[in-house]
């Protein structure tokens, strides 16, 4: 039929249509993101999709109020442990001056040392579970800046091993949050390949990533900083090295800085 007018539709499920990250280009003239309820008629094997929650345990001071808000920081901790175990690290330390968000992981797995810890994600899995935990962490925050008296300038996302390459995550895929994000030492971290980046130069420029690693991972994390700073992110990597023995002090200083907040004593030998 000469002179007809045809349009293409890549239809594309995923587990949050609100704020999934803007995938690959397409060939189609439209892209339309769809909730994920169950897996296709021809694939051999019927599913469904289950929602579950992601839980989080959250602290604010008692000094915070509407004309003098808190920074927030939200904090990914290790495998193996809960969030109850991250607010116990930071709480103590800067929750007089900070509100503070501690994710807990979701699911519950036996440690080498045979105790139940948390974990982020199972191998092959962190295109779903990565993505469900960031758009998650998107509703957080815009709940937290809702309901609490939260300084939206001053929002660092943070995590240490597995846990910071959900902070990294972040940072990059995040729909709403815009943080200043600092990766402690990412552990697995060559799962971030498996999600798209956004698309678009500029698209990140409102971010800022700081990797913290050793000198083994910096030419993997280099490319792929190099990545980000293509679409505008002031992504930078340090390389851990001589700050070994004093980690919990770089961190507390590191963020400190993120979250402009005046720099905390050195603990003496005794402390």
């Not at 992981?105 to 440690?111: D, L, S, V």
């Amino acid at each position: 039929k000469p002179g007809t007018s045809v349009k293409t539709v890549d239809i594309r499920p995923v587990r949050s249509p609100s704020s999934v990250p803007l995938a690959s280009s397409s060939t189609a003239d439209y892209i339309v993101y769809v909730e994920g309820l169950a897996s296709h008629a021809f694939s051999g094997v019927y599913s469904v999709t289950l929602d579950r929650d992601l839980e989080y345990r959250l602290h604010v001071p008692e000094s915070a109020t509407l004309s003098n808000p808190a920074p927030l920081l939200v904090w990914f901790v290790e495998k193996g442990l809960t969030a109850k175990d991250g607010m116990a690290l930071w709480r103590d330390r800067i929750g007089a001056e900070v509100a503070i968000a501690v994710i807990e992981p979701p699911y519950r797995a036996t440690q080498p040392d045979l105790s139940e810890g948390g974990q982020w994600f199972w191998p092959n899995s962190f295109s779903g579970d990565g993505g469900a935990i960031v758009s998650a962490t998107d509703r957080i925050w815009a709940y937290l800046a809702r309901t609490h008296p939260i300084d939206p300038d001053r929002v660092c996302v943070a995590g240490e091993g597995t846990g910071a390459v959900l902070a990294a995550a972040t940072s990059v895929f995040g729909a709403r949050i815009q943080p200043t994000a600092i990766a402690f030492d990412p552990a697995r971290y060559a799962a971030l390949k498996d999600i798209p980046l956004p698309l678009g130069r500029g698209t990140l420029s409102d971010r800022r990533l700081t990797v913290v690693g050793d000198e083994a991972a910096a030419e993997w994390w280099t490319s792929e900083l190099n990545s980000y700073r293509a679409l505008g992110m002031a992504a930078t990597y340090e390389d851990i090295g001589s700050l070994v023995q004093s980690r919990d002090a770089t961190q507390e200083r590191m963020l400190r800085n993120a979250l402009g907040l005046m720099s905390g004593g050195t603990p003496d030998a005794s402390e």
